[in-house]
């Protein structure tokens, strides 16, 4: 579904925005659409057609890696108000990696056009400028996510991924499934299982239909 | 060691010269500086203190991530007229990961100073642009190594590696020892050494002291 709205504020939403020329300002708005997304929708597949620069309006997104066997490693969410440029990718030369983004909820997302964004990245520097720090951004997400995985002992990072995902929903209870958790983390279900298990008996969570339920926050957040 | 080249051709090293003001030109021609690193030594150690911007005039550079325990992961190789933008990455404030840069063979490299970069970085959009540029160039070089890592299988990776390595040095013989090419490919020595000794018994390549010859190019780049 895509709409366009008059009243959209371009300003907040595309911090190059006072840099543009009239006739720029004008081209942007032309090519700047309201798109919304189900809940676990593809929208951006690592080929080199692509959608353009995405503003999340509301729900969120998730990045992530897929090996040709199909596995997939998450590299990062983007919330209400973060720009994803990945799905950009398209027009940025210097970006060669395939990256896929999924709708992780039903999402309202800003979207700049490759075409327009691309016109302006080579009319107006500061356009270029701001793509390429979103990049280097989403360069440093990224890292952070590869160092995780490669060398986190799986115990450390399961805790961390609970109390990072506490934090950000508040209350006591995860809901989401051992198959999710896995998912955002790059591994597999039964690892995740084997160890929410290890947790169980460490009396640091419950399991329940409802999700993962943390009891002891003080000893997770000492195995972080 | 530390010299001061009159002669040295900025415009060649530093592609934003010609946006520079005649000041700015001035301040860049001060605050570069020729160094020379031995093999093996240390340049850059992922701390916030940094070296600056720096341009391989000889020799090459090895970037690489360090765990807690020691282990390395190569992300890239950096080869004459190759620009280090991760040497500078305390003053480019979306770069918040630890990087290590090694000097790999006995290297010349032209270094810009941190300080005197992140100064023209602010004054000039044209050398803010090209730092976040090179360093989305570098996060597709990461990219690319992370995804060998992550999702090739190890034959795959060796075969690449080998094919990649003879095509660099020409000739027919990698003289690196089992230990080298395991650091290059963030491997152990046990595992390189068994996958060789299987390329030996498929004759794909011979082990000497002097390295390891490739003795069937087309079976080699079958594996890849």
């Known amino acids: 579904m895509q709409q366009k ?21 004008e081209m942007l708005e032309r ?47 983007i919330f209400d108000g973060d720009v994803c ?9 210097n970006i060669t990696f395939e990256v896929f983004v999924d709708a992780e909820e039903d999402s309202e997302v800003i979207i700049l056009s490759a075409a327009a964004f691309s016109k302006l990245m080579s ?13 280097t951004t989403s360069f440093s997400n990224v890292m952070w ?4 995985i490669l060398f986190m002992s799986f115990d450390r990072r399961l805790a961390l991924f609970l109390s990072e995902e506490i934090k950000k929903t508040g209350g006591d209870t995860i809901s989401l499934t051992h198959e999710q958790v896995a998912k955002y983390m790059g591994s597999a279900r039964e690892v995740v ?10 009396k640091i969570v419950e399991l329940s239909r409802g999700g993962i339920k943390i009891i002891d926050m003080q000893k997770l957040e000492r195995l972080v």
């Open 193 to 202: 299982s084997r160890m929410l298990k290890y947790f169980v008996s460490e």
């Open 145 to 148: 996510a590869i160092q995780q």
């Open 85 to 93: 440029v990945l799905s950009a990718s398209c027009v940025i030369e």
């Open 31 to 77: 090519h700047t659409n309201t798109v919304t997304y189900s809940k676990g929708e593809n929208i951006h597949n690592g080929s080199d057609v692509c959608k353009g620069l995405m503003v999340v309006k509301s729900g969120s997104l998730r990045t992530y890696l897929l090996s040709e066997e199909g596995r997939e490693i998450t590299l990062y969410r």
């Open 5 to 25: 709205e008059k009243s959209l504020n371009y300003k907040k939403y595309f911090s190059f925005y006072d840099h543009l020329s009239d006739s720029e300002k």
């Open 123 to 135: 009319s107006n520097i500061y356009v270029e400028c701001y793509a390429y720090k979103l990049a």
